[in-house]
């Protein structure tokens, strides 16, 4: 070992596992890491040594963490461990000591960094990516890639990762783009689990204690008994119907859930009885001495609900010497808080629980208030955290015991069983490493549930890590400006989204290498000795496609067919009218689908001779489709002639380049040269001397199989095409975009002004904002009214949100808004043509309390349904916004006004414990 690494060791209080050993030794010999192993099991150990080797050398190392909180305590733990002077912070908002030699920041202040070239990279060695699984992670994933693909090659990589079942594949890739990066697993917890099932007052092992490999036969047992009590026909979820139903929206069942406690709800025995209460579950843990515990509830409002419950009992897991040392964190974090502040979240009632030992811990909560939560718990005083599924990915909060109370979790679109992978990271938290010698995981009972499937559950341990990157406008003029077009591309294609899909190609190309094989082997076996049966087999496949071509064809006049293809178009879309009096091209206004149920649509639309005019059956006899898209004003009014007129000029320009319709007289024709081709193939077919051969059919046979799995081959190999260049694809799209808004110049092989304003905006709406700025709609709007707008383009409510009316503060906001919205669709537009995939819509929930909170509003009057976690992270992400579009480049009224929102905005709760 080197002598870095022994004074390294020399200086902590444990002794290093033999995996960190290797990693450390792996960073010694030069080379990056990729670090793999369960929460708990000190992984973080491996990036510590990188800053010591920073400081050994005098080289830089730069540690980032997906979220601020994370990097705030990293900030705290490094400086603690090297001195103020040797560590600094970066979080977007909060800079300390910025030129030190080890930098904490968040993944993506390191990628805006290498985006614009900054000086602070010049002497980087190691950037440590802490917590890098979250490359899989659909809005952060992107930004772990990008700083992958753009550090400089001398750059070391340590990877810090939880246990994924593709390590290999993953460090095999960072191998291929960085250069010797070497891959250390550890599946080894450092604190073995118990694995238990709370049944009433029970804890039951899950798995049976003399034969660890099967479950327990009481459980079993109970299970069985449970099932007695039930009739075989009310074991399925039934429709209103009375007939049972197939699938269901609350999981498999297996693990019970909503829909197996209907169906237990009766007197009998068992059922019900087995599901142990909150009360019960934490007395249970309390008397088995495996308190601290965290209980996971997959809801906001539950965890909320579960404090309350157990506040409401006579629960006290807290000595008085404790309930003091509780009290004094509080007074400490809470100390800033208004007396209107405290009202607003409900400050009593949490410190009455927390004083007893018991909180919630979930995003809903002030910053503060987790703030103090997790204080109190990595104090070992707090006994009882009740918890939504993010603090398994958040900071460092082990437990003795991790609770489950469902195994059924509501997945943004339906109640779905929870994944191995999900809960090998929850039951992560339990042993605290050096405190605990055995972590406990408990499952709760639940009417229904089969312990062989919680068994299952918990013995596996598949957690792949797939890449969600996708190229989006803000990366494309980025990498544009900093590497060109070519280059920008070529590095897409060497993602790693790009890597697992040329792996899945590989094996594609294996699997059609065999059906290849097969093919020659049915040829070989249609061979006929009176002629060339392949040419025969294929005279028989022609006509039978033009078979069906011709079925197809009539099939098509029939009214459902119609019907189907009205449904389907929408406002602005342009169509062929098949026949009647309005023949031709047309733009649709209304689709005329709304309040017709259960009869044909009648669509409204403008011919190009501006005569607007509702469509009747005998127009519309034959299937009709989109040719092309013009935007129908959000107000267009028939009887308006301005209306109609600019509707006009926007179809001209979409009818220039469409060419005549075919319509519907056409239909007659092409049946009949149909009729013709095919009487000419059978004649071909009669003359063959194969046709003739007494083995025909049987060498049809096999000619027939050849050709089936050709085609499927041929299938299977345009998809793999598609795929093989969907990155590079997409992004080329994206630059057409851009250079079609004139955001890119020169072919697309520059980046213009625009381009270099939308740079700076990494908003997911971003090309939507840039576009915005350069038509003016934010111009001349005030700091509330710019905050409320502002806000729409950041806030996405979440799907428990009451659906209650929301409209924009005032008539300036509104028209603002009104024209953000035509920006929008204008984009949308353009997307749809190039065939990319429209990010979400703006979302006005958030703008009154954005506008109120701008002008100087207290907490209780802005928070109204909203929780007040909710409240401070959005305010934070509108800040955010305004404080990229005044660092944009743009006006200086405009970056004056959003410099406004920052300030008015940046205050009270907002600005406390301050995290991402």
């Keep these: 070992m080197s002598e870095t690494l022994d004074r390294f060791i020399a200086g902590l209080s444990f002794d290093l596992d033999e995996y960190q050993v290797k990693a450390c030794q792996d960073l010694d010999d030069g080379a990056g890491v990729l670090v793999a192993a369960p929460t708990g099991a000190g992984k973080t150990v491996v990036g510590e040594y990188a800053t010591d080797l920073a400081l050994a050398s005098g080289l830089k190392c730069f540690y980032t963490t997906p979220i601020k909180a994370l990097s705030n305590q990293k900030f705290h733990d490094l400086a603690a461990r090297h001195g103020d002077d040797a560590v600094g912070l970066l979080t977007g908002d909060v800079t300390i000591n910025s030129q030190a030699p080890i930098v904490v920041m968040t993944t993506e202040v390191l990628r805006n960094m290498i985006y614009r070239n900054s000086r602070s990279l010049d002497t980087l060695g190691w950037v440590v990516l802490d917590e890098v699984h979250y490359l899989a992670d659909r809005f952060r994933g992107p930004v772990w890639e990008e700083v992958i693909l753009g550090l400089d090659s001398r750059v070391k990589i340590v990877g810090l990762s939880a246990t994924v079942s593709n390590a290999e594949e993953f460090g095999e890739w960072l191998d291929e783009v960085r250069g010797d990066v070497r891959v250390v697993v550890s599946e080894r917890r450092p604190v073995p689990l118990t694995q238990h099932v709370a049944v009433a007052r029970h804890l039951y092992d899950l798995f049976d204690p003399r034969r660890p490999t099967e479950v327990n036969p009481e459980l079993v047992s109970i299970a069985r008994d449970e099932a007695r009590f039930q009739r075989d026909d009310s074991r399925r979820p039934r429709g209103r119907s009375g007939k049972g139903k197939r699938h269901v929206s609350y999981g498999t069942g297996r693990f019970g859930g909503a829909a197996a406690q209907r169906r237990g709800r009766d007197s009998r025995p068992g059922g019900p009885r087995n599901q ?254 009176q002629g060339n049966f392949t040419e025969y087999a294929r005279l028989r496949e022609q006509i039978r496609e033009l078979e069906h071509q011709q079925a197809r064809l009539r099939k098509a006049d029939r009214p459902s067919h119609v019907a189907d293809s009205l449904s389907r178009i929408d406002p602005g879309d342009v169509i062929a009218v098949p026949s009647g009096p309005h023949a031709g091209w047309v733009v649709v206004i209304d689709p005329g689908t709304h309040g017709h149920r259960g009869q044909r649509p009648r669509p409204l639309v403008m011919t190009p001779d501006r005569a607007v005019v509702r469509l009747s059956h005998h127009d519309i006899d034959a299937p009709v489709a989109r040719a092309a898209g013009v935007k129908v004003p959000r107000h267009f009014h028939p009887g308006n002639l301005a209306d109609r007129r600019n509707l006009g000029k926007a179809f001209d320009r979409v009818l220039d380049g469409l060419g005549k319709p075919i319509v519907q007289r056409h239909r007659v024709d092409a049946d009949a040269e149909l009729v013709g081709q095919i009487a000419e193939l059978r004649a071909r077919m009669k003359a063959h001397p194969c046709h003739s051969c007494p083995d025909r059919e049987s ?96 806030h996405e409510s979440r799907p428990g949100d009451r659906g209650h009316l929301h409209r924009m503060p005032d008539a300036a906001s509104e028209a603002a808004e009104s024209q953000l919205r035509a920006v929008r669709a204008e984009i949308g537009l353009l997307e749809r043509d190039h065939r990319i995939d429209r990010p979400r819509d703006l979302d006005i929930g958030f703008a009154e309390a954005s506008y109120a909170w701008a002008a100087g509003a207290g907490l209780q009057t802005v928070l109204d349904d909203m929780s007040a976690g909710d409240f401070v992270r959005r305010v934070r992400q509108v800040c955010d916004l305004a404080g990229q579009i005044a660092h944009a480049g743009v006006g200086e009224a405009l970056a004056h006004t959003c410099r406004q929102v920052v300030g008015a905005m940046q205050r009270g709760v907002v600005t406390m414990d301050r995290e991402d």
């Design 276 to 529: 142990p209460s909150r009360i019960q579950v934490v007395r249970s843990l309390h008397k088995a001495n495996l308190l601290p515990a965290i209980v996971f509830v997959f809801s906001r409002s539950g965890c909320d609900a579960a404090v309350s419950q157990l506040l409401n009992s006579d629960l006290v897991l807290t000595s008085q010497q404790e309930a003091r040392q509780l009290r004094r964190i509080v007074q400490r974090h809470g100390e800033g808080l208004t007396d209107e502040e405290r009202r607003a979240v409900g400050w009593n009632h949490f410190v009455a629980a927390f004083e007893r030992g018991i909180a919630a811990h979930h995003a809903g909560l002030l910053p503060v208030v987790k703030a103090i939560v997790e204080e109190g718990f990595v104090a070992g005083l707090l006994k009882v955290v009740v918890a939504t599924e993010t603090l398994a990915l958040g900071i460092n909060m082990p437990a003795r015991t991790v609770v489950l109370e469902k195994l059924v979790k509501y997945n943004g679109q339906t109640h779905a069983d929870i994944t191995p992978g999900e809960y090998t990271q929850l039951t992560g938290r339990a042993g605290r490493r050096g405190i605990d010698t055995q972590g406990h995981a408990v499952v709760c009972w639940q009417p229904g549930m089969d312990p062989r499937a919680v068994a299952g559950l918990a013995s596996r341990r598949t957690y792949p890590l797939n890449s969600a990157f996708v190229p989006t406008y803000n990366m494309a003029v980025n990498l544009v400006g900093s590497m060109g077009r070519d280059k920008a591309r070529d590095l897409l294609e060497h993602s790693f989204a790009q890597f697992q899909t040329d792996r899945r190609l590989g094996g594609s190309a294996v699997r059609n290498r065999q059906t290849q094989a097969e093919i020659d082997a049915y040829i070989r076996a249609a061979h006929c000795e």
């Design 699 to 794: 060498h049809a046979r096999f000619a027939e199989r050849a050709m089936r799995l050709s085609r499927r081959s041929e299938r299977t190999l345009a998809k793999a095409r598609a795929k093989a260049t969907s990155i590079a694809t997409q992004f080329e799209r994206i630059a057409l975009v851009l250079e079609a808004l004139g955001y890119l110049g020169e072919g697309g092989q520059s980046v213009t002004a625009a381009g270099q304003m939308l740079s700076g905006i990494y908003s997911e709406l971003d090309l939507v904002t840039a576009e915005a700025i350069r038509r003016g709609v934010f111009d001349g709007l005030d700091c509330p009214q710019l905050a409320a707008v502002l806000s729409t383009i950041v």
